[in-house]
T-cell receptor, first 114, second 113 residues
Framework: KAGVTQTPRYLIKTRGQQVTLSCSPI?????VSWYQQTPGQGLQFLFE???????NKGNFPGRFSGRQFSNSRSEMNVSTLELGDSALYLC?????????????FGPGTRLTVL | GDSVTQMEGPVTLSEEAFLTINCTYT??????LFWYVQYPGEGLQLLLK?????DKGSNKGFEATYRKETTSFHLEKGSVQVSDSAVYFC????????????FGTGTRLTIIP
């Protein structure tokens, strides 16, 4: 089985621009979560999608948004980029709702905002 | 709110030394507990987990026991190798139907030959 894939792996943007990151979960996984990893704040939960619905959201401004498609692939969008949005964005897929099982992480997208 | 407090790093050890990385948690319910490992340039990999009190998770020589009385989940390994050099994260998962993981700050481990 292929693992979680994230595209692109690296991205450089300038302040004020917007960006879209993509995540393809493991086949059959219906839950996708997004995390932001920075040296200062560590790993912070952004949001989770299950069956195309946002099920939970972290404490991030409205500039951060996401969606999930019928094939479980997910995208996250950040509008009006700020320097502080520079981070590694990790996506995780989960096999079954309602069961505390392993989450499988992708390699991440490294976003640099100049 | 729920939180995880993890031993500050970085930690540097010689090969074959004994490793302990402390982790304690605060949660309003009965969480599942995890240790994840991150190698340079990669995402997170699950190292081990425990879903209820007194459970012991183990993998690749690493162990951690879910201690409800001390709200702890310390990671241990009897003899570390250079290949164990990585960043280790303790995490908890609380609610079914909600896959949010709450992570500690991470501990960078470097093993010297």
């Amino acid at each position: 089985k292929a693992g979680v894939t994230q595209t692109p792996r690296y991205l450089i943007k300038t302040r004020g621009q917007q960006v879209t990151l993509s995540c393809s979960p493991i086949s059959g996984h219906r839950s996708v979560s997004w995390y932001q990893q920075t040296p200062g704040q560590g790993l912070q939960f952004l949001f989770e999608y299950f069956s195309e619905t946002q099920r939970n959201k972290g404490n991030f401004p409205g500039r951060f948004s996401g969606r999930q498609f019928s094939n479980s692939r997910s995208e996250m969008n950040v509008s009006t980029l700020e320097l502080g949005d520079s981070a590694l964005y990790l996506c995780a897929s989960h096999p079954t709702s309602g069961v505390s099982n392993e989450q499988f992480f992708g390699p991440g997208t490294r976003l640099t905002v100049l | 709110g729920d939180s995880v407090t993890q031993m500050e790093g970085p930690v540097t050890l010689s090969e074959e030394a004994f490793l302990t990385i402390n982790c304690t948690y605060t949660a309003t319910g009965y969480p599942s507990l995890f240790w994840y490992v991150q190698y340079p340039g990669e995402g997170l990999q699950l190292l081990l987990k425990a879903t209820k009190a007194d459970d012991k998770g183990s993998n690749k020589g690493f162990e951690a026991t879910y201690r409800k009385e001390t709200t702890s989940f310390h990671l241990e390994k009897g003899s570390v190798q250079v290949s164990d050099s990585a960043v280790y994260f303790c995490a908890l998962h609380l609610n079914f139907g909600n896959e949010k993981l709450t992570f500690g700050t991470g501990t960078r481990l470097t093993i010297i030959p």
